[in-house]
């Protein structure tokens, strides 16, 4: 692999954002590849922004969104900028880090690499956390109809925190639905229509307590919308 883009959403991140970016700096070049970050900050409305300002890195470029725009929207907005042959999509608290080799690796065989929290290898570490229970169970749902409506073949985790791809033509290109969470079944879905190979992989994981993604919230109504779109749409 000449270079891969890694393409990170921020989203009040604050406290651990630029401690994040040298862990994942680290991680990188221990692989000795060539690569470049994108972060991207969704409009945050605590000092996101100002802490990324503070990485000095030649490797990294830094797009601010004046409003939050939702992290699919933020993710496309890096995509249309990519000019690397493989691309790296992962959370900015880096949940699957010690992950990354394995997905990079498998990308020298395969066109998508996921990692898959519903195969029958993978753990969760912390099963008895009420957070992560409510969190499970409606994965399962939103992945039971995903596979039902669908047959990805994926076992039914389409927004885990880590994945690679192989770049296409039609990221740049399609006009993609999601502005929120579901861009990752969207590509899925492409990548499958396309008959391009799909790995997933299992990991052991568990769900952070101070993650973005709230249960009960009224921004969940548009997702929910936005998810009978990408459902019902061929």
Request: charged share 25%; hydrophobic share 40%; net charge positive.
């Amino acid at each position: 692999m000449k270079k891969i883009t890694f393409i990170v959403p921020c989203y009040n991140s604050e406290e651990f954002i630029v401690k994040s970016h040298f862990r994942l700096k680290k991680k990188i070049q221990s692989f000795g590849i060539k690569y470049k970050i994108y972060y991207i900050n969704d409009g945050s409305n605590d000092l996101t922004l100002k802490e990324l300002y503070k990485i000095k890195d030649k490797n990294i470029k830094i797009i601010n969104n004046n409003t939050n725009l939702g992290k699919s929207a933020s993710i496309i907005k890096a995509l249309k900028l990519v000019r690397t042959n493989f691309i790296i999509l992962l959370d900015c608290d880096l949940p699957y880090l010690n992950y990354l080799k394995k997905v990079i690796y498998e990308l020298n065989f395969n066109d998508l690499v996921i990692i898959n929290r519903r195969l029958p290898n993978s753990k969760n570490l912390n099963p008895n956390n009420l957070y992560q229970l409510t969190r499970k169970f409606i994965g399962k749902v939103i992945g039971g109809l995903i596979e039902a409506r669908h047959k990805l073949g994926i076992h039914g985790d389409t927004q885990s925190g880590l994945k690679g791809l192989k770049y296409i033509l039609d990221l740049k290109n399609k006009k993609f639905i999601s502005k929120y969470y579901f861009l990752d079944f969207e590509i899925i879905k492409m990548y499958k229509k396309k008959k391009l190979q799909i790995k997933s992989i299992p990991v052991n994981y568990s769900v952070s307590k101070k993650s973005n993604i709230k249960i009960f919230s009224f921004k969940n109504i548009k997702v929910l919308f936005e998810l009978i779109k990408i459902l019902f749409k061929k």
